[in-house]
């Protein structure tokens, strides 16, 4: 069955870096694009960045656009987010996502906190 399992989370302080990562299994990885949303308290779930399938295409919400790179290792199954310059507005629960076949999937969420 389709697995996402996210890690990387943690507290860090504004203008720190974290690296996301996805560990994916039970489809075939390379075919689907591969997404990055997050939470925050009292706030509607955001896409927050986007890569195809070779991981040549890319895209990413206007707040986090210079700050923020997904990329993706077909070979070990993982999509990453590298996040730098990081804000106490990017604290939120970070999930990562997959669409197949019209069905949508989800990780469990990693948790990503940052200090003012």
């Known amino acids: 069955q389709v697995q996402l399992v996210e890690s990387g989370g943690g507290l860090v302080q504004a203008g720190g870096s974290l690296r996301l990562s996805c560990a994916a299994s039970g489809f075939t990885f390379s075919n689907y694009v591969m997404c990055w949303y997050r939470q925050a308290p009292g706030e509607e779930r955001e896409l927050v960045a986007n890569i195809n399938g070779v991981g040549f295409s890319t895209n990413y919400a206007d707040s986090v656009k210079g700050r923020f790179t997904i990329s993706r290792d077909n070979a070990k199954k993982t999509v990453y987010l590298q996040m730098n310059s990081l804000k106490p507005e990017d604290t939120a629960v970070y999930y990562c996502?997959?669409?197949?076949?019209?069905?949508?999937?989800w990780g469990q969420g990693t948790q990503v906190t940052v200090s003012s």
């Open positions: 996502n997959t669409r197949i076949t019209r069905v949508t999937y």
